[in-house]
């Protein structure tokens, strides 16, 4: 049974009473490496004493989720060469004892998949705008003066988003009260409908800033790259990073007229600009992807923090980077509005002197709904409201997407679209958004739209050789597993059904995949096989049904569900892998 805000509010109050922290893992922030966290902070972990002069809120990825949901860690995140057992390549009871988190507390449930279904039922949902807006406010009163960061991937990622054009989140963001903004899914609305929303309905109102995206004919910025807020009289530069691979990871012809990439030359440019120009701390809002930001705080100097996401990573504390010019924190705030950190800076003399950081996980149980929130919520599902609240079927297991391989909804999507095209292969592009399910909870409509909800949703039956399968994995595979982080889109791997292989993530470009096998064959490099997909990144694609219809028709067909059976391939050569449970 799931506790109530009361019965949660009255368990840390007889806590506090008796001197023991519910939420230990708050009370020992101090003892990590690269913290700074105030040890006598009280048990309600929303109570942060106020520090410093400068202040600044950020959310990223939340998903277009208006409302509470459930969201499951992953269990499998590998890190490799020096990225092997550190932030944000840690998942379990790797991570509780990097941080010292207590098992079973609130955090080892917010932070990883540890006995999550149990879990889930005891703390109940996380996120919800009008939860979050109750917290902002909240942090806002301790903090005159503090920003509100967007980090992207804000106006996709559900039926109602969808449907309204983005519409539904821009007004949320208004509402939540956003000062500034990166993007990456928000391209795929078009650039059109990119350009219309910033130049209206944020204008003198929500900054949108990405010093990357240039236009293709004349070589210019298409937004501005960075805006100055002062902040208690400090100047405050907060410089845009909008997600670098746009036109390879999505469809090109939606934003046809720009160009991005990482430009981390352009970057310190950038830094020295707002710098000259008499910013006292400059804060990059990042759609990079934790493992690119790390390295772009070793080459770009001049940056105080990096507040990232696209990656979805949970980082409980920042990583400090060094580089020539000083040090730089490095962040990200977890997806689906689950997570809104706080980073206090101590600026002095004209620079920043000491720092506390926070990465709070928002339990809808822990806050009241902010009542204008909740209503602007509940008028723009009104129209959905019952296409939304089908219940298509149940299952046994519990359903999530987030991991380096399959995850159980996947794994259902690529079953639907093999049954539905009568296909014996299914590829799944290597998501990271999409909500949990418990186990016999109701699967809606609405989760079916949570995993699938895009603009170019057609799916796809094409004839592909063996030697073209092998060849499209080994290319995904190089985007998530390349040594070099630039080199890397930051998705999971693009996510089988049908097809059984092993896979090396040490071993070279275009050597990770072997032992391919089809109905127990082998996948013969000739022979042309049926492979079924959707999300094709191609302009023109043949008339079809849109996933959720397939993956909505195959639950119905279905009703109940006993435990998935993950399609995962054989890995190799990652024991001991900090990465992997």
């Known amino acids: 049974m799931s506790l109530t805000r009361r019965e949660f509010l009255q368990i840390l109050a007889a806590a506090s009473a008796v001197g023991f922290g519910l939420n230990t893992a708050f009370a020992d922030d101090a003892k990590q490496e690269g913290s700074k966290t105030d040890t006598k902070a009280p048990t309600n972990p929303y109570e942060l004493p106020a520090f410093g002069n400068v202040s600044v809120m950020h959310y990223t ?32 009871e790797h991570f509780l004892k990097k941080y010292g988190i207590a098992p079973g507390s609130m955090d080892a449930h917010a932070f990883t998949y540890l ?84 130049e209206k309905d944020f204008a003198g109102k929500i900054d949108f800033v990405a010093q990357n995206v240039f236009s293709n004919d004349f070589d210019e910025r298409v937004f501005e790259p960075f805006v100055i807020k002062e902040i208690n009289k400090v100047p405050v530069a907060i410089i ?18 720009w160009s991005f990439g990482i430009r981390d030359d352009d970057m310190q ?39 990232g996401g696209h990656t979805h990573d949970g980082v409980f504390q920042p990583v400090v980077v060094e580089n020539k010019g000083g040090k730089t924190l490095v962040t990200n705030a977890g997806s689906n509005g689950k997570f809104l950190g706080v980073l206090d800076l101590d600026v002095k003399d004209g620079k920043v002197a000491d720092y506390r950081y926070k990465l709070l996980p928002v339990f809808s149980n ?63 592009p290597g998501f990271r958004w999409g909500t949990s399910v418990l186990p016999g909870q109701p699967i809606t409509f609405e989760h079916v739209a949570d995993q699938t909800a895009i603009t170019y949703g057609t799916v796809t039956r094409n004839e592909m050789s063996g030697e073209q399968v092998k060849n499209i994995l080994e290319d995904v595979a190089d985007n998530l597993f390349n040594p070099d982080p630039y080199y890397q889109q ?74 998935v059976e993950l399609n995962t391939p054989k890995l190799k050569n990652v024991d001991g892998n900090e990465g992997l449970a």
């Open 240 to 257: 845009g990073q909008a997600f670098p691979y746009v036109p390879v990871a999505n469809p090109k012809h939606l934003v046809p007229d």
């Open 490 to 563: 930051g998705g999971d791997m693009v996510c089988v059904g049908g097809l059984k292989f092993s896979f090396d993530p040490t071993a070279k470009m275009g050597s990770r995949v072997s032992d391919m096998e089809l109905d127990g064959k082998p996948l013969d490099p000739k022979k042309t096989y049926p492979v079924a997909g959707w999300a094709s990144v191609q302009e023109e694609v043949p008339k079809n049904k849109q996933i959720w219809e397939v993956v909505a028709d195959y639950l119905r067909s279905k009703k109940t569900i006993g435990k």
């Open 115 to 198: 006995d999550f279904a149990e879990a889930a039922k005891k703390y109940g949902k996380v996120g919800g705008f009008a939860h979050l807006k109750t917290l902002v406010d909240q942090i806002r009163a301790q903090r005159p003066g503090s920003l509100l960061l967007d980090g992207g991937d804000t106006w996709q990622g559900s039926w109602t988003a969808l449907k309204t054009n983005a519409q539904d989140m821009v007004d949320a963001q208004l509402a939540l009260g956003v000062n500034v903004m990166t993007p990456h899914w928000e391209m795929t609305f078009g650039a059109d409908r990119v350009k219309e929303i910033v």
């Open 366 to 428: 822990l806050l009241e709904p902010h009542k204008d929130m909740q209503a602007l919520i509940d008028k723009i599902r009104e129209p959905y409201k019952k296409e939304l609240a089908e219940e298509l079927a149940v299952c046994d297991d519990t359903l999530y997407r987030r991991g380096n391989f399959n995850g159980t909804f996947d794994q259902l999507i690529c079953n639907a679209l093999m049954e539905g095209l009568d296909a014996p292969m299914a590829f799944s």
């Open 61 to 92: 990825d939340c998903h277009a989720q208006l409302l509470p949901i459930y969201f499951r860690e992953p269990n499998v995140n590998l890190g490799l060469g020096s990225m092997k057992g550190v932030a944000p390549h840690l998942v379990g």
């Open 269 to 307: 440019k950038v830094v020295d600009e707002a710098r000259g120009k008499g910013a006292k701390v400059v804060i990059v809002l990042s759609h990079n992807g934790m493992d690119v930001d790390l390295k772009m705080a070793s080459k770009v100097s001049g940056i105080d923090a990096i507040m």
